[in-house]
């Protein structure tokens, strides 16, 4: 993790301050994405539309993408065309969802933002640094909110590393967070060199579990498992959520997660081995 002196960031400005401007350089565009993917309609779901609404409120002045499947679709045939057989192949609507926010984000970048987080004020500060995202438990970040410039060279990590980690881990609870999720982008976070530049708020303050409110967000809640598998996926949360606390399954946590990290150094050094192979073949 980070140290102390990289989360300690200052959020006591006012309320409706949209830029970093005039003391900083704005490095994260001013767009706000929200994505809903999967037959849902976000009329049905009127916190989502509060949220949306009181985000775009702080932020007047910001573009606004609202990316749904054909939208992603075209996004992907358009820029990501190698990944659109992966995107395809995704079990769950929340692995497109989970996927679709880092494409976005490196194409665009800006703000990604879940449906269920609602502003309680602008996030236009902010914007001096070039990624930020709030840290999570018991380790790694969440991807539920993510702020980052254009073609952020981790962002980029996590776009190219999707296909490798496109595999069934046998529950959907882990499939979707090891292959797309918060334990995909920890482990990759966990393996990236240059933290300097990847910002994490305090999880204590900054927390994005449950319903909680943050000197950022209300959060509600609800937005992080949209698929046609939400309640088994929502019960299995639910239910690691109450067991987290028991140390036998915070060491699962930690087992799983360095397994996974092994995996991914051993496929890196593989592929490395492959292409100097070739490389000597060739010359």
Known sequence: MESNKSRDINI?????????????TD??????????????????HPTWTTSRDACLKLHPDYEYKFWNDSLAEELIRKEYSWFLETWKSYRYPIQRADSLRYLVLYHY????????LHCRRSLGPLRRF???????YPVGISNGFLMASAHHP??????????????NFIFPYATVMFSTGCMYI???????????????LDYKQHRLSGHVSTPLFHHYGSSS???????????????????IYHQQLFFIHIFVFIIIIIYVLYRRRRTKKEEKLEYILLT
């Open 12 to 24: 006591s400005y006012p309320i409706n301050q949209t830029s970093a401007r005039p003391n900083y």
């Open 27 to 44: 490095l994260v565009p001013a767009i706000i994405h929200h994505i809903v993917i999967g037959d849902i309609d976000i009329s049905n």
């Open 109 to 116: 970048g800006g703000i990604f933002l879940d449906m269920d």
């Open 130 to 136: 070039d990624f930020i995202s709030p840290a999570a």
């Open 154 to 167: 981790f962002i980029k990590v996590l776009v190219d590393q999707l296909p490798l980690f496109n595999r």
């Open 186 to 200: 920890s482990a990759q976070y966990s393996l990236y060199n240059d933290h300097c530049r990847l910002r994490l």
């Open 225 to 243: 498992w949209h698929s046609g598998d939400a309640s088994f996926i929502k019960q299995a949360d639910y239910l690691i959520n109450r067991l």
